[in-house]
């Protein structure tokens, strides 16, 4: 006769020392240590801040404010032809250093020159060049093209008074219906005498 193997089963017993054995100490060290570490943990982290306050800054908040840099703006735009050290390539672009147009007492013509371009014969220090300096009325906000205007006259040698952005406002306003670049001397000689 034979019994459903499941009631074999069921009959077993634990062993008797296997039933009594206690958790082990150590185990539950462990616990009452993860316990207290958790109950620490939320204590020590706990700020009186709501969270559902947050945090209100938006990306505007970091941003730094744009200050037109005048080095950069050269080093950009102006020194494929006049070069790194303003002194431009001999007969082909003249020099930025030491140039009666960057450092006359008034820095209008300079702003001129670069609002609308030079195309002609020009006389820079005595030499003559004959090629093409594109405009940048359309491309420098006052802001910028006073930040150039002030770098180049401040660099190379050069130390002549700064300007702002609301002089090249009034420049621009006053050439706007300059539609073609300068042409060379013939053109800007004149603005050179005050
Ligand atoms: C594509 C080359 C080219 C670039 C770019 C250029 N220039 Fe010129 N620039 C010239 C040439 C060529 C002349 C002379 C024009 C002539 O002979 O009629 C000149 C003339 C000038 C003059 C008057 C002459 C002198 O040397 O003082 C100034 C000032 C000047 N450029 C400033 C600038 C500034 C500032 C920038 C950048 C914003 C600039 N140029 C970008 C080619 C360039």
Redesign the pocket.
């Known amino acids: 006769m034979t019994e459903p193997q499941f009631t074999q089963q069921q009959r077993e017993q634990p062993e008797p020392e296997e039933g009594s054995r206690q958790v082990p100490a150590l185990v539950l060290t462990i616990i009452a240590a993860l316990f207290i570490w958790a109950v620490y943990y939320l204590y020590a982290d706990y700020s009186p801040m709501p969270a559902f306050l947050g945090d209100k800054r938006v990306a505007e908040d970091f941003a730094v404010p744009a200050v037109a840099d005048g080095g950069q ?2 080093t950009a ?2 020194v ?3 070069q790194a050290g303003g002194n ?1 390539l001999p007969g ?5 250093s030491g ?4 450092d006359a007492p008034d820095p209008g013509v ?1 702003i001129q ?2 609002l609308h371009g ?5 006389t ?1 220090g005595g030499a003559e ?6 405009h ?1 009325h359309d491309k ?1 906000s006052d802001q910028e093209l006073a930040a ?2 002030n770098h ?1 006259r401040t660099s190379f040698g050069n130390s002549a008074p700064k300007t702002d952005a609301a002089y090249v406002a009034q420049v621009r306003e006053a050439s706007k219906d300059q539609t073609t670049p300068w042409k ?1 001397d013939e053109d800007l000689r004149p603005l050179l005498q005050p």
């Open positions: 703006l050269y735009n102006c494929a032809c006049h431009g082909v672009f003249p020099p930025l140039s009666e147009w960057v300079l020159i670069i030079v195309q002609g014969p020009l820079v060049y004959n090629g093409l300096m594109p940048f420098f150039i205007v180049i060379g």
